[in-house]
T-cell receptor, first 115, second 114 residues
Framework: DTGVSQDPRHKITKRGQNVTFRCDPI?????LYWYRQTLGQGPEFLTY????????KSRLLSDRFSAERPKGSFSTLEIQRTEQGDSAMYLC?????????????FGDGTRLSIL | AQSVTQLGSHVSVSEGALVLLRCNYS??????LFWYVQYPNQGLQLLLK??????LVKGINGFEAEFKKSETSFHLTKPSAHMSDAAEYFC????????????FGKGTLLTVNP
């Protein structure tokens, strides 16, 4: 169990640029979640994958956001035409699909700063 | 929809004192409840979880929480605070049928004074 890995840890970009983050979940974890955390707030749900299928998207996920999980392994989150309001910590979490509600394991996040 | 309210955005205790962090939830169906801890510039680490069964749940680092359905509460306690406990603590709820996504409270920053 090597834990959830996220890359990069920090990203600084100019407004209007596109950015892509990567998440490598714990191996054999079928469920993968993306959350966004702004300063002084708890994480907010963005989207959920079970294997390669994206089963739920939050209303927070505007059309500038897209997420993929090809082959049900790693996942990417892309933000197009970044805006100041996109500045936040983006967290990825994974869990297994055992009986009941399995705990989610979080990565250390990618901190996005928009200049 | 589910929601979580954490009472007190900042709690300060002395080293060795009791830690009590408050969490109230709202859910129309039986909830699953979690406490996570976050250190600066890191992700969230699971402290403990309540799913079903025993209402008093023990977690890591000496923390425990009690699920009280009648009070819709899930307060986190630790008998004796340690300097290393200083961090941000988040209470979260999820329910079956919602893809088990977590709904978090706004967090409580715990400071421990020597």
């Amino acid at each position: 169990d090597t834990g959830v890995s996220q890359d990069p840890r920090h990203k600084i970009t100019k407004r209007g640029q596109n950015v892509t983050f990567r998440c490598d979940p714990i191996s054999e974890h079928n469920r993968l979640y993306w959350y966004r955390q702004t300063l002084g707030q708890g994480p907010e749900f963005l989207t959920y994958f079970q294997n390669e299928a994206q089963l739920e998207k939050s209303r927070l996920l505007s059309d500038r956001f897209s997420a993929e999980r090809p082959k049900g392994s790693f996942s990417t989150l892309e933000i197009q035409r970044t805006e100041q309001g996109d500045s936040a910590m983006y967290l990825c979490a994974s869990s297994s699909t055992g009986f009941g509600n399995q705990p989610q394991h979080f990565g250390d996040g990618t901190r996005l700063s928009i200049l | 929809a589910q929601s979580v309210t954490q009472l007190g955005s900042h709690v300060s205790v002395s080293e060795g004192a009791l830690v009590l962090l408050r969490c109230n939830y709202s859910s129309s169906v039986p909830p699953y409840l979690f406490w996570y801890v976050q250190y600066p510039n890191q992700g969230l680490q699971l402290l403990l979880k309540y799913t079903t069964g025993a209402t008093l749940v023990k977690g890591i680092n000496g923390f425990e929480a009690e699920f009280k359905k009648s009070e819709t509460s899930f307060h986190l306690t630790k008998p004796s605070a340690h300097m290393s406990d200083a961090a941000e603590y988040f209470c979260a709820v999820s329910v079956g049928g919602s893809n088990y996504k977590l709904t978090f409270g706004k967090g409580t920053l715990l400071t421990v004074n020597p």
